[in-house]
């Protein structure tokens, strides 16, 4: 159920936070063993928040926002007591001293935490392939990856296993899963979310955000963590309006604009065009007006990330060396053996690669050559967009050229698996909000995400547009017979 009909039902007693919270926990064991959505499940600390949210109940206290609602968490947002992998090795036994800003917030705000969700190895990958601690499955079909890296929590959500969750998108982290599990994925403006608490992949794209299983719950859970933060030197003071106040405007006058190079692509998937375009035309319907807009670096956003997301990374992951924390390779002769040894056992191929390939663009005599362009391109791109948001509202895209593909598919091609992410990258590198939704399904019955992007702070006009084709299109009620995990 949405989170406002719970919330409904909690105050009127027809239903406890135990029995949901209990609900959910019979659900990951009767389907997790299979898809692997989840890391830790902290059943016992679940329940014990629920009974403080019936106690609270009970005794006639207001109850907050999220009281009761059952989320699940990436793995690489530290909660404090609870171990925090990031799916490697290398973090395997670490646990926080101390709680992320967004996990604080939510759980001020009542949400109960279900447990930690699988990822790439520190959200380095696009499909949850990376992990050191094995794949997530697809909930449409389990011989399909789920995307990644937030592919555990996309998962979690789409089977049943928790109301919500939270992902973190760096290229597309949270919105390219949301798309090949059917459900909705938000990445806020960048700094309209704390990233305190995140373990770091690439420190000027990271952003935090929800999955959820309609669009009104993705603007309940923004209410909740969006805001200023001390602790974050990145975070925006701009106040935080209420999510959910526009979502029920018509879109009459509203400019949405298709951005035509993403159409062109060859490796657009046929039906996946035919789909996307059609939610374009049901947005006509409800008032939008639609119009062609150009973004001509739209397409160059992939190899500009490819850069600069490296770099970022291989700056950041340098303080795993096997002394401070994380893990340590035994027998080593000198401290130079013990902290290559470190790494190289604690990180797997995938982080390997992007840290040598961040450190190659960093390197004296390339730094200008690379990395200095990349962020040159990427000012341009985020211009392209400007330009954009002078003509129309909100930009449509597709989310993904392709619907799920078949696990190990592109394990041995990297530059295949990269390609998942050409759609969704540009938003990072502008610092845009930009949300995924269901818009139909393939011929093997695999949901097709149509992604939103809007202007920066204007998550309000994003998750409006979202809204009113979600509520006109209902695609859900149209899932084909047959598919889905039991």
Known sequence: MAIAELRQQLIRGEVSAREVTQDQLDRIAAVDST???????????????????????????????LAGVPLGIKDNLCTKGIRTTCSSKMLE?????????????LWKAGAVLLGKTNL?????????ETSAFGPTSNP???????????????????????????????????????SFCGVVGLKPTYGRVSRWGLVAFASSLDQIGPFTSCVADAAELMNVIAGH?????????????????????????????????????????????????????????????????????FNDGIATYYVIAPSEASANLARYDGV?????SEGAESLLSMTSRSRAEGFGSEVQRRILIGTYALSAGYVDAYYKKAQQVRTLIRRDF??????????????????????????????AMYLADLLTIPANLAGLPAISLPCGFDSAGLPIGLQLISNVLDESRLLQVAYQYEQTANVMANKPDGKFIP
């Open 93 to 105: 036994n670490f646990v926080p001293p101390y709680e992320s800003t967004v996990t604080n917030r």
């Open 140 to 178: 449409w079909d389990i011989t399909r990856v789920p995307g990644g890296s937030s592919g555990g929590s996309a998962a979690a959500v789409a089977s049943g296993e928790c109301i919500a969750a939270m992902g973190s998108d760096t290229g597309g982290s949270i919105r390219q899963p949301a």
């Open 120 to 128: 790439d190895e520190f959200a380095m990958g696009s499909s949850t």
């Open 229 to 297: 933060d001390s602790n974050d030197s990145t975070s925006l003071t701009a106040p935080v309006p209420d999510y959910c106040e526009k979502l029920r405007e018509p879109l009459a006058g509203v400019r949405i604009g298709l951005i035509k190079e993403c159409f062109q692509q060859e490796g657009l998937n046929s039906e996946v065009k035919e789909s996307v375009l059609a939610a374009a035309d049901s947005l006509r319907s409800l008032g939008a007006e639609l119009i062609e807009v150009g973004c001509p670096r």
């Open 324 to 328: 401070k924390y994380g893990f340590r």
């Open 386 to 415: 400007d330009s954009a948001f002078e003509q129309v509202d909100v930009l449509l895209t597709p989310t993904s050229p392709t619907t799920a593909f078949q696990t190990g598919a592109h394990l041995d091609d990297p530059l």
């Open 35 to 65: 898809l692997h959505a989840f890391l830790d499940v902290t059943a016992e600390r679940a329940l014990a928040d629920a009974e403080r949210i019936d106690k609270a109940r009970m005794a006639g206290e207001e109850l907050p926002p």
